[in-house]
């Protein structure tokens, strides 16, 4: 829905091509991949899961985790223009045309939530954008507690990634011994993952 639209640096609208009919500005169109992995990762760990490991520090959710859904287009779309280097103030300006066109195509409340919260209220967008911007910072200025609980569920992803290329019919015949070394590569190929997205002192 969104994954060919690039956003003007100048006025703020989201289009298709390298130059903006509103400014009539040559290459002035930023654009981005919602499927590159590293918006993904912002995205999920960034923003979802950051949400949930402050309710979690706050006392206001338990000590589960959660297996949370993948985010929509729409905030895969934000997310990736964060990660460009966007303004907050173009990017507000960028969501709130986002938001009308949504609108006037009838597909706003087809949305999830979460993703209508972000285009609708202003707090919870620049929340969104102030947490994808310390993700792209490497979470070096997040608490110890959000981080760690950020970090479990991130090494619960990418094991369970690593270990699903086996797939069940594989994983579930290996031996002790076999699944011990699968858990361990699986585990290495993890660290390697998350060091390329933090760059906070780990304890």
């Not at 000590?63 to 949370?68: D, E, G, R």
């Amino acid at each position: 829905m969104v994954n060919n639209l690039g956003i003007c640096n100048n006025c703020g609208a989201f289009l298709d091509s390298q130059a903006c009919p509103n400014c009539e500005t040559a290459n002035s169109v930023r654009t981005f991949n919602i499927y590159d992995e590293n918006v993904k990762w912002a995205v999920r760990y960034g923003y979802q899961y950051r949400k949930k490991a402050v309710l979690r520090a706050e006392q206001k959710e338990g000590s589960l985790h959660f297996c949370l859904h993948d985010a929509s287009e729409v905030l895969l779309w934000i997310g990736g223009a964060i990660l460009s280097g966007i303004t907050w103030d173009l990017l507000k300006l960028g969501v709130k045309k986002l938001f009308a066109a949504l609108h006037d195509e009838g597909r706003y409340d087809s949305l999830d939530k979460e993703t209508q919260e972000v285009l609708s209220e202003e707090k919870k967008l620049y929340e969104f954008y102030e947490y994808v911007e310390e993700y792209k910072q490497g979470f070096i200025n997040i608490s110890e507690e959000e981080y760690k609980y950020i970090e479990e569920e991130m090494f619960a992803d990418f094991q369970s990634e690593e270990i699903g290329k086996l797939g069940p019919e594989k994983y579930f015949i290996l031996s002790r011994k076999e699944m011990i070394e699968v858990h361990k590569v699986a585990y290495e190929k993890s660290q390697i993952k998350i060091n390329r997205i933090v760059r906070r002192e780990r304890r």
